[in-house]
Structure formats: structure tokens, C-alpha cells
T-cell receptor
């Protein structure tokens, strides 16, 4: 299995631009998680889906952030408009019924 | 509310020395506990986990951790450090039962191994 796939691996954009991060979970997994990692705040859960349905989005920082999971094999995290304070590494993870979460390699986002 | 506290943001050991990374937790229900490792520019990888049963849990790469309910601790140890163990380590908690699969992570401990 290829593991959790995230794209792009690096993204540099200017303040105000829309950013879309993509994630392909491991085939057969039914839970998907988006995390943000920064030096100041550590690893934070933004949102998680179970069977493609958002279960808890209480970690989404603002309305500028939105996430979708249109099917079992794809999810997006969108930031519109982006701000410099959104600069972080964003991880996607997937699991099967609450078992071990498998993390993707992350997307390093820099907003200038 | 549940929380995870990792004591020491940076631990430095010599190669061959004992590794001890500390983790304490707070939870109102019996927790599931995890240790993850993150190598530079990579995602997190599970080292070991405790759910129920034996309180001493063995993981990959020679690591182990002991769940101590009375101390609300889940410290990670390895008898002899190797250079390849240099990484950041995260302790995490999940509430047992139900369908809530959320993990609460500690701030992480950066392990440096000196030759």
C-alpha cells in the first residue's frame, strides 16, 4: 500500500490567495483526520471525518478554513483567504474504525 | 477535558545510554495511550499503544512504555539509545469506548543522541 498521500508537499503562496491541500487516505480506511503542526501550538486536530461525514470540526480555526470529503478516497482542506499565520505543516491521517492512525508526509504551507 | 503533558521539550542522551521520555495524562475515562515518532520532514509513525490488558507495552525499535494508572503516566523507555533514534516523540491520548477517535497530543519531546 502506498500509505496516505498528500499533495502538494510544499506550497508557497501570497496572503489573500486560496490554498487547497489534498489527501488520499489508505484504501479501506473509514476515518480521516486533518492536523496542523506549528512550533507554537504543536499538533492540533482540525477536523475529522468518519465514513465521509464530518464528525468534529471544532478545531477548525476560522471560517476561512473548510474541509470536504466527497468520497472515501479523497479529501481537501481549503483556506480562503490565506494569511501568514496559517503557515504550518498540515498532516492528513487515516484509520480503520479507530485503530492506529497512519499519517501522510504532510504539506508545508508558507503564506507570505 | 483530557490533556497530555510531556515533561521536557528536549532530551539529550549519549549513544548507548538509557532513553526516558516522560508523559502524563489527564482523562475522565480510561484512556488509550500512544507514542508516535516523527523523523525530520516526515509524518508521524506509531511506536506503540496501550488499550487494555498488560500495562507494559513493547513497540518497534526496542521501545517500550508502561501504563501506570496511579501515576497517570505512560513514560517511554529504551535501554540503549542509537543514533537513529534521534527524532521528535509525541505522546497521545484517545478516550476509550464510543466512536470518538480523536487523539489529543502532547507538545512533543525532541530526542538528541550524541556519539
Amino acid at each position: 500500500d502506498a500509505g496516505v498521500i498528500q499533495s502538494p508537499r510544499h506550497e508557497v503562496t501570497e496572503m489573500g490567495q486560496e490554498v487547497t491541500l489534498r489527501c488520499k487516505p489508505i484504501s479501506g480506511h473509514n476515518s480521516l483526520f486533518w492536523y496542523r503542526q506549528t512550533m507554537m501550538r504543536g499538533l492540533e486536530l482540525l477536523i475529522y471525518f468518519n465514513n465521509n461525514v464530518p464528525i468534529d470540526d471544532s478545531g477548525m480555526p476560522e471560517d476561512r478554513f473548510s474541509a470536504k470529503m466527497p468520497n472515501a478516497s479523497f479529501s481537501t482542506l481549503k483556506i480562503q483567504p490565506s494569511e501568514p499565520r496559517d503557515s504550518a505543516v498540515y498532516f492528513c491521517a487515516s484509520s480503520l474504525e479507530g485503530s492506529e492512525q497512519f499519517f501522510g508526509p504532510g504539506t508545508r504551507l508558507t503564506v507570505l | 477535558a483530557q490533556s497530555v503533558t510531556q515533561l521536557g521539550s528536549h532530551v539529550s542522551v549519549s549513544e548507548g545510554a538509557l532513553v526516558l521520555l516522560r508523559c502524563n495524562y489527564s482523562s475522565s475515562v480510561p484512556p488509550y495511550l500512544f507514542w508516535y515518532v516523527q523523523y525530520p520532514n516526515q509524518g508521524l509513525q506509531l511506536l506503540l499503544k496501550y488499550t487494555t490488558g498488560a500495562t507494559l507495552v513493547k513497540g518497534i525499535n526496542g521501545f517500550e512504555a508502561e501504563f501506570k494508572k496511579s501515576e497517570t503516566s505512560f513514560h517511554l523507555t529504551k535501554p540503549s539509545a542509537h543514533m537513529s533514534d534521534a527524532a521528535e516523540y509525541f505522546c497521545a491520548l484517545e478516550n476509550s469506548g464510543g466512536s470518538n477517535y480523536k487523539l489529543t497530543f502532547g507538545k512533543g519531546t525532541l530526542l538528541t543522541v550524541n556519539p
